[in-house]
């Protein structure tokens, strides 16, 4: 199992989108989050995680902000969302019978930001 983290900023032009698909052919993670992609999660044709063989599983919920988690993962696996907020996506699945549970985290950069969050995370 493989799960690739990256930050996506500029996802929206060619150059980084042939990146990321190049890594996601070079390391086939099972499970991608994309953070900083600073446009909206429909903005990106379905074609193109499809070919990738990928699937948009969810985004953080920032109220009336942009997204800026995103939760994709391969076709075969199928994973349950149970939180997200605005700094976090949690998320379980299961493989070769273990149950696993995983909580992707956007931090925010000031110390007082990440204990606000941190609190709300834990």
């Not at 930050?7 to 996601?24: E, T």
């Not at 379905?46 to 939760?71: A, C, E, I, Q």
Request: hydrophobic letters at 40%; proline letters at 3%; glycine letters at 4%.
């Amino acid at each position: 199992m493989k799960i690739l983290y990256w930050n996506a900023r500029g996802i929206a032009n060619g150059d980084m989108r042939r990146a990321l698909k190049n890594l996601v052919s070079s390391h086939k993670p099972s499970i991608v989050c994309l953070s900083e992609p600073f446009i909206l999660a429909n903005s990106i044709p379905v074609s193109y995680w499809r070919s990738m063989r990928l699937s948009f599983v969810t985004t953080n919920d920032r109220g009336t902000h942009d997204p800026n988690l995103w939760l994709l993962c391969n076709d075969a696996l199928m994973l349950s969302v149970i939180s997200k907020s605005a700094q976090q996506i949690t998320f379980s699945y299961s493989i070769d019978g273990v149950h696993c549970v995983i909580t992707t985290v956007y931090a925010k950069t000031s110390v007082v930001g990440r204990r606000h969050s941190f609190g709300r995370t834990l």
